[in-house]
T-cell receptor
Framework: LAKTTQPISMDSYEGQEVNITCSHN???????ITWYQQFPSQGPRFIIQ???TKVTNEVASLFIPADRKSSTLSLPRVSLSDTAVYYC????????????FGTGTQLKVEL | DTAVSQTPKYLVTQMGNDKSIKCEQN?????MYWYKQDSKKFLKIMFS???????INETVPNRFSPKSPDKAHLNLHINSLELGDSAVYFC????????????FGSGTRLTVV
């Protein structure tokens, strides 16, 4: 599985847009990019997944450049409740493919 | 309507004991997993079952034995518990193909004293 690198931590204020970038230089042709969010004492929660260009849902946007060697998770207008650890993962889809988590990015949102 | 439920949520036990953690999903998923999150918050896969068949078995001590009676259940039995087994154990499920979205349970915090 492609290794990912993301910042260990980020700080932001309520109402700001937060962009978390993930580097995955060795991404394979059939790999997808998936982001998860984890609150303390909870299991990770699926946020968004994409293969190329841009994907948007009600929670976030995912930007993937043409070379797919990096991706950026964009959280619009964060609130205190967005304080969590965000994990970037790359891999092929489907069960049986190991979902390997990196260290994640601890996002702290303040007033 | 809990999608992936684990019991118990907390488990405190002495070294050498045997314990089990149960997991059930009502999403109709084909594949289920056990993950371990240690004190440094690293999430590592332990096992994966697809429709009751073991498909992923990472380097886990054989004191850990998963059991899947049907595709909606994946239990984890741990023999001769050790201090180093203390961690949060997460159960997860997904479709066998296509969507890469995993649904995780809320975790079982195991403390071995």
């Amino acid at each position: 599985l492609a290794k990912t690198t993301q910042p260990i931590s980020m700080d932001s204020y309520e109402g700001q847009e937060v962009n978390i970038t993930c580097s995955h230089n060795n991404i394979a042709t059939n790999d997808y990019i998936t982001w998860y969010q984890q609150f303390p004492s909870q299991g990770p929660r699926f946020i968004i997944q994409g293969y190329k260009t841009k994907v948007t849902n009600e929670v976030a946007s995912l930007f993937i450049p043409a070379d797919r060697k990096s991706s950026t998770l964009s959280l619009p207008r964060v609130s205190l409740s967005d304080t969590a650890v965000y994990y970037c993962l790359v891999g092929a889809t489907g069960g049986g493919n190991k979902l390997t988590f990196g260290t994640g990015t601890q996002l702290k949102v303040e007033l | 309507d809990t999608a992936v439920s684990q019991t118990p949520k907390y488990l405190v036990t002495q070294m050498g004991n045997d314990k089990s953690i149960k997991c059930e999903q009502n999403l109709g998923h084909d594949t289920m997993y056990w993950y371990k999150q240690d004190s440094k918050k690293f999430l590592k896969i332990m096992f994966s079952y697809n429709n009751k068949e073991l498909i992923i078995n990472e380097t886990v001590p054989n004191r850990f034995s998963p059991k899947s009676p049907d595709k909606a259940h994946l239990n984890l039995h741990i023999n001769s518990l050790e201090l180093g087994d203390s961690a949060v154990y997460f159960c997860a499920s997904s479709l066998a193909t296509g969507d890469y979205g995993y649904t995780f349970g809320s975790g079982t915090r195991l403390t071995v004293v």
